[in-house]
């Protein structure tokens, strides 16, 4: 038995969402968004380095001397599946473990709306789910591709940094790629892919220009294509994928994103104030003519009116879904108010106005 296997069955026993190793300071589990020291000794550089080198293979040890940090996925059989990041620090070397559940979550037991599920059935198109770091985006796409594995039958490619979730071939041809194992990059996976004859895409992440450009375009090439940005509304998801192009292409860019774009969720987590356990709050754009107009011609910022107005075609803001959270007593005023686009709105809710004073109102 490693050495770590006693912290990793701790995180599975207390419901923890990632466990921090780092020299210098006793091992802390993330519990519902907070971190909570474990009662354990504080760990040495040399202690720490042992043990994470039993768990690593010998080609992520090399990466890790020779750059400082790596990233790679850890299986322990029986247990869990977890995406690692291992770092130096000025202490010494330090880890960050995610858990990732064996059991893929459906979008109904996510909490989130079912029309998501549909986002699984269209032809072709690009779906982008966004959000800050630790907002659910992987567990959201697992949950679509999940969805299309059980009801399509065709054939998915994954390209991951690294493989997370694991999807077993159902109804689909599923394959997983991962970044430094099976490929080099995102967008040498991305090229090969519309060789191997996919049905639907995922990308992990669309981190330059060069992924973005060939994301739109297998998108518009009769492929589904699933990827993820760090950005926190649809309106600014689109203008910071314009932007990553040259000004003399971005023109160009509107038209083909406009044709491409079938829809963008995006996520922010909140810690629940009823009972124990987080929520997911989304904002939800679909790609309707109307809104396909406003990428196309630059006026992006009249995006978020339209999904007010949109609720018909299953639209919602991010803010209503967070004021429908508040007004159920579910979250907090205060994280409400901090997380909110139009903070204006949840000021008669909150009781600290200090926090009023020291936060942005814009957003």
Not at 179 to 188: E, M, P, V
């Amino acid at each position: 038995m490693a050495k770590l296997d006693p912290f990793f069955k701790l995180m599975i026993e207390t419901g923890a969402s990632d466990l921090h190793l780092s020299t210098g300071n006793p091992p802390l589990l993330r519990i519902h968004g907070d971190l909570q020291r474990v009662k354990y000794k504080v760990l040495e550089d040399e202690e720490l380095r042992e043990m994470l080198y039993e768990v690593a293979p010998e080609e992520v040890i090399k990466k890790f001397e020779e750059e400082g940090e790596v990233d790679f996925g850890l299986e322990i059989p029986g247990l869990a599946r977890f995406r690692v990041n291992y770092y130096k620090q000025r202490k010494g070397v330090a880890a960050a473990f995610r858990l990732i559940p064996n059991k893929i979550k459906t979008i109904e037991e996510l909490g989130l709306p079912s029309l998501l599920n549909k986002l699984a059935l269209l032809p072709r198109g690009l779906v982008l789910v966004t959000g800050p770091t630790g907002s659910g985006k992987s567990t959201t796409l697992a949950a679509i591709i999940d969805y299309a594995n059980r009801t399509r039958y065709d054939h998915i490619i994954t390209i991951e940094d690294p493989i997370e979730f694991v999807h077993e071939s159902r109804n689909c041809l599923v394959n997983q790629r991962e970044l430094g194992t099976h490929t080099k990059s995102f967008a040498n996976a991305l090229r090969a892919a519309l060789r191997e004859d996919p049905d639907i895409i995922l990308v992990g992440e669309m981190r330059d220009l060069e992924t973005i450009s060939l994301a739109i375009e297998a998108s518009l090439t009769g492929h589904l294509v699933f990827s993820t940005l760090h950005t926190i509304s649809a309106a600014k998801t689109i203008d910071r994928i314009i932007e990553v192009f040259p000004p003399a292409q971005q023109a160009q860019v509107r038209s083909s994103l406009s044709d491409a774009i079938r829809a963008v969720i995006s996520q922010t987590m909140f810690k629940r104030i009823d009972r124990p356990g987080r929520i997911v709050a989304v904002e939800i754009m679909i790609a309707t003519p109307a809104i396909r107009n406003l990428i196309r011609e630059n006026k992006t910022h009249q995006i978020p009116s339209m999904i007010q107005t949109g609720r018909k075609y299953g639209m919602i803001s991010l803010d209503d879904c967070i004021m429908d959270y508040l007004q159920k007593g579910w979250i907090s005023p205060e994280e409400a108010f901090i997380k909110a686009i139009d903070k204006t709105r949840f000021l008669p809710f909150i009781k600290d106005k200090e926090l009023a004073d020291f936060t942005e109102i814009p957003g």
